[in-house]
């Protein structure tokens, strides 16, 4: 079975920042398309950015701007650096790769 690892997520005060990892099996994450996800409570789950193995990326229009989405495939890892934190970003983030789902970590921002 095949298990995205994610961590980094935490409570923050509005305005902060957090960096949000996801590890995932060198077979899996090589030839990737990594992506994370956020769902909010009574939201369904969103699409907020995605980076090609080749480091091409791409960001939902609410988080262009303060979401970086990279990739270190020497450590099989990838990030989502968060900036200027809003309310509105609280959510569960989720980690996806070929199929695979992380588990998911809270973000809670408190205003």
């Known amino acids: 079975q095949v298990q995205l690892v994610e961590s980094g997520g935490g409570l923050v005060q509005a305005g902060g920042s957090l960096r949000l990892s996801c590890g995932a099996p060198?077979?899996?994450?090589?030839?990737?398309?990594m992506a994370w996800y956020r769902q909010a409570p009574g939201k369904q789950r969103e699409l907020v950015a995605t980076?090609?193995?080749?480091?091409?990326?791409n960001y939902a229009e609410s988080v262009k701007g303060r979401f970086t989405i990279s990739r270190d495939n020497d450590q099989n890892t990838a990030y989502l650096q968060i900036n200027s934190l809003k309310y509105e970003d609280t959510a569960v983030y989720y980690c996806?790769?070929?199929?695979?789902w992380g588990q998911g970590t809270q973000v809670s921002v408190s205003s």
């Open positions: 060198g077979r899996i994450f090589s030839r990737s398309v």
């Open positions: 980076i090609t193995s080749g480091g091409s990326t």
């Open positions: 996806w790769a070929s199929r695979y």
